[in-house]
């Protein structure tokens, strides 16, 4: 069964900094460009970072230009964000998923809460 399942998450206050993580099952991770994507709430989800399967490439929203970075380690089969300088408007629930996304891989998703 393919999952991606994504932890790391938590409150942290403005200025603060946390990894998140994206640990997938099956055979696909290797192969395929991956992204973080988040939904805040009442918006819609957006793309916040991608990678090529082989962690050359890489691609940031401008909002999370220069402080956000976005890695993987293919042989833990397991994406990563580290996020510092986090801001209030980066509060949202955070999700990884491959790069363009497929709605089999969508999981459950991590909180981030950036508030004093």
């Known amino acids: 069964q393919v999952r991606l399942v994504e932890s790391g998450g938590g409150l942290v206050q403005p200025g603060g900094s946390l990894r998140l993580s994206c640990a997938a099952s099956?055979?696909?991770?290797?192969?395929?460009?991956m992204a973080w994507y988040r939904q805040a709430p009442g918006k819609q989800r957006e793309l916040v970072a991608d990678i090529s399967s082989g962690g050359v490439t890489t691609n940031y929203a401008d909002s999370v230009k220069g402080r956000f970075t976005i890695s993987r380690d293919n042989a833990k089969n397991t994406a990563y964000l580290q996020m510092n300088s986090l801001k209030p408007e980066d509060t949202a629930v955070y999700y990884c998923n491959t790069y363009p996304v497929d709605s089999v891989y969508w999981g459950q998703g991590t909180q981030v809460t950036v508030s004093s």
């Open positions: 099956g055979g696909f991770f290797r192969v395929r460009r």
